[in-house]
């Protein structure tokens, strides 16, 4: 029998069959290890290095060098960091003569073929390791083109976020690249371990990173905007307030023009013409906001302010709002903006908010703030570090957040329930800024799947948490985004000619398929959105749907679902994939509940639950779990399968969906017993969940090559789940009892 650990170290053996505790074990551990750390703010410049809409960076320098000669160099250099060893795929797409040095060592040369055909695309494997890695790249101009494009496979699922090298830019997010050159100055050694600081070796890199010294000399909003007569922009920053009680702050400063001063969203001060001002405030202990509204006068020679605070006779600084990595600047900037537009400055003091299609820049050339997730990042085999999750848009902590919300529920835990919330709220909160974020820099920097919506991966999973998360907080925020998904999956997403969904994937290794995994990450979604917006359209494709795929995946003779129906070939590939079927399985019991009674498709749903009930129980193993390819003795057993079979038969029985109740009461508490011995560890951690999949014909690419990941994002949360269920069910037998 597989096994994960010593039946000792199991979480039964510590806690026996005390379901609540363990599900308070589940959700402390996970929590513990994923504290809610947000998106990082980093300086970033526009005028560098973009992405393009597959998230490949555009090194292309021949835009950025016309004139440049043919045999010059340019080099491009970036970090990336990494929590934990972490294994990529990286694509490269040569524009000219290439190389491209990975920490030090050539990892690719360009050859003719590369060079010459157009869009051919080049896949590099690398091994990151924890702390830095060096990205260097050397290209050379011919009449071909000049330079490449390079990025992650997949990059809005496995990010690759770049730093810029040398200490003068330590922080700030972007490549850097060189002005062309005639001769290679690393011929032998790519880059020196020297090599610290932009000033060496003598080149000019780009891009711009300080004013001259003529823009110094201008005013701040001068410097940033140029005169702009009749307009205004805002700067932001905040005052740390040290005295007991409300001490008295003065405010000093100049103006080439209007101003106004607003603390904590009041207003404080207003001057009408240029000259200078002071004001008196009495603040409380701690951090105030401090917004200045500059207007630019139609006759201005000048545009901007200064401001200086004092306590005391003693000088104070101003602080920055927010945690800019790669900048050690006070204030933020705003603008500029027509006289016309109207603004609440009581509400402007935020990063949430794209302001008239305006953003928080710095005070230095096209140097914008900018958000990035920078939190646990997937490798191929879509594994995570050892850094917390939090704020990640994608679709297994779309379970892991339904997880949570019914744990906590059942629990009567509220800060279970408030973590679970504030994941989600991290992401939609931002999710105007992620939509202008992606418009203005070519690919965005957070919120990559949702921003990006191609496939129902993208959006189901994550958008059914986000609304089941909208029971407990009525959020606004969550129905435009709800809608934009539901628009995605009505309206757009790809279908057979019979309606059914599927995936094109033009090119790729999935292309013209149906999967099993896709009823989950489209029913769910689409029966809380029919219950939060009474769009009756939606919860029939739900129902629609299930028949749909039945009758290209389902198995009759074992009662099973094929995961995958490859169109290619025109035949399903009849391995039954264990967390396949569990989707399917797991994904009708939320679609059963939701139906009425007196639905069309209701009767037949139901049949067609019992005939896949009865086909997993036929297929457990003694341990009370199931195969990873369920039909398949000598496949491992499989935790994550198991935890949804086990949810899906307790509602069944639950709900009277079951023919044969008494049969699944069995095989519910079977299997979780097999999973509080065998899966989950005394600690709370998961054992025995395959990592995300891909597909294949043949049984031994799911044996043998989708192995086991402790911990992995697609089997914490359905445990939870499968937890909760057995706990009602449990006490929905004993109210039975109750009345005999």
């Known amino acids: 029998m597989t096994t994960y650990f010593n039946e000792q170290e199991s979480i039964q053996s510590r806690l026996g069959t005390d379901e609540k505790r363990t599900l308070k074990v589940l959700a402390d551990r996970y929590i513990g290890a994923n504290p809610p750390v947000p998106f ?15 998230g490949l960076f555009d090194l292309n320098l021949r835009h950025r060098f016309p004139e440049a000669k043919q045999g010059q160099i340019s080099y491009a250099y970036s970090l990336v960091w990494s929590d934990s060893d972490r294994n990529l795929d990286v694509l490269m797409r040569c524009l000219g003569p290439v190389q491209f040095y990975f920490n030090d060592e050539l990892s690719y040369r360009s050859n003719v073929i590369d060079e010459l055909k157009p869009d ?15 990205l260097f790249i050397k290209a050379k101009v011919t009449p071909a083109g000049f330079g490449c494009l390079f990025g992650s496979d997949e990059a809005k699922v496995r990010i690759l976020n770049v730093r810029s090298p040398f200490a003068e830019r330590a922080g700030q997010a972007g490549w850097v690249y060189s002005v062309p050159i005639d001769a290679d100055l690393f011929e032998e050694n790519p880059l020196p371990a020297s090599f610290s600081s932009e000033k060496e070796q003598g080149l000019n890199w780009l891009p711009g990173s300080d004013w001259s010294e003529e823009e110094l000399a201008l005013q701040v909003c001068e410097r940033l905007f140029g005169l702009q007569p009749g307009k205004r922009a805002y700067a932001w920053t905040q005052l740390n307030a040290t005295g007991m009680g409300r001490a ?19 207003p404080v001060a207003a001057v ?3 000259g200078s001002f002071e004001v008196e405030l009495l603040l409380a202990f701690g951090k105030h906001d401090m917004v200045i509204r500059s207007e630019c006068e139609l006759a201005s020679r000048a545009w901007g302010f200064t401001v200086q605070a004092y306590a005391g006779g003693e000088h104070l600084p101003f602080h920055a709002p927010v945690d800019v990595h790669g900048s050690n600047e006070a204030w933020l900037y705003l603008g500029p903006f027509d006289a ?11 990063t949430k908010r794209v302001f008239a299609n305006h953003y928080w820049r710095l005070d230095r050339p096209e140097t914008w703030i900018r958000p990035y997730y920078e939190n646990a990042m997937l490798s191929n085999k879509w594994t995570v570090g050892n850094v917390t999750n939090f704020a990640r848009w994608d679709y297994p902590l779309g379970v892991t957040i339904y997880g949570l919300l019914q744990t906590g529920r059942l629990l009567e835990r509220p800060d279970i329930l408030s973590y679970a919330l504030e994941h989600v709220q991290s992401c939609t909160d931002m999710f105007e800024y992620s939509l202008w974020d992606r418009e203005q820099y070519g690919f965005p920097a957070i919120n990559q799947q949702l921003v990006m919506m191609k496939m129902l991966d993208n959006c189901g999973s994550f958008g059914s948490a986000m609304l089941e998360s909208y029971k407990e907080d009525q959020h606004a925020g969550y129905l435009p985004i709800a809608q934009r998904i539901a628009d995605f999956m009505l309206l757009q997403l790809e279908r057979k000619e019979d309606g059914a969904f599927y995936r094109v994937c033009q090119d790729e290794y999935s292309e013209n398929t149906m999967w099993a995994d896709d009823l989950y990450m489209s029913t769910p979604f689409l029966c809380r959105y029919a219950a939060v917006t009474g769009n009756r359209e939606a919860l029939d494709e739900a129902a629609k749907q299930f028949l ?3 009758n290209y995946l389902f198995m009759p003779e074992q009662r099973i679902m094929s995961h995958v129906f490859d169109f290619k070939y025109g035949m399903p590939t009849r391995i039954p994939w264990g967390r396949g079927n569990g989707w399917t399985l797991f994904s009708l019991t939320e679609v059963l509940e939701a139906l ?43 935790a994550s399968c198991t935890a949804m079979f086990a949810y899906s038969f307790a509602r069944g029985v639950r709900f009277g969906w079951l023919a044969e109740p008494q049969r699944y009461i069995q095989a519910a508490l079977k299997a979780w017993d097999g999973l509080t ?23 031994d690419y799911y044996k043998k090559d989708l192995l086991t990941v402790t911990n992995d994002n697609h089997g914490v949360g359905i445990m939870m789940l499968a937890g909760t269920e057995i706990v009602k069910l449990k006490g929905w037998l004993k109210e039975l009892a109750s009345r005999d």
């Open 596 to 638: 009425p009674a007196d639905h069309a498709l209701r009767a037949e749903l139901v049949r067609f639950f019992n005939e896949l009930c009865a086909g997993y129980a036929e297929l457990q193993a003694a341990s009370g779990l199931w195969h990873q390819v369920l039909n398949d003795p000598d496949a491992y057993l499989e």
């Open 677 to 699: 011995r065998y899966a989950i560890d005394a600690q709370g951690n998961v054992h025995g969940v395959c990592s995300g999949s891909r597909y294949a014909f043949t049984a």
């Open 272 to 274: 009408q013409t240029e």
């Open 40 to 54: 990082a703010f980093r300086a970033f410049n526009r005028a560098g290095i973009l992405q393009n809409d597959e």
């Open 248 to 266: 008295p702050y003065v405010l000093k400063g100049s103006t080439t023009g209007p101003l106004t001063v607003w603390v904590n969203g009041h």
């Open 548 to 550: 749909l795929f039945r």
């Open 340 to 350: 016309n537009v109207e603004l609440n400055e009581n509400e402007i003091a935020t």
């Open 120 to 134: 051919a695309t080049v896949k590099l494997n690398l091994n990151f390791v924890k702390g830095w890695n060096r």
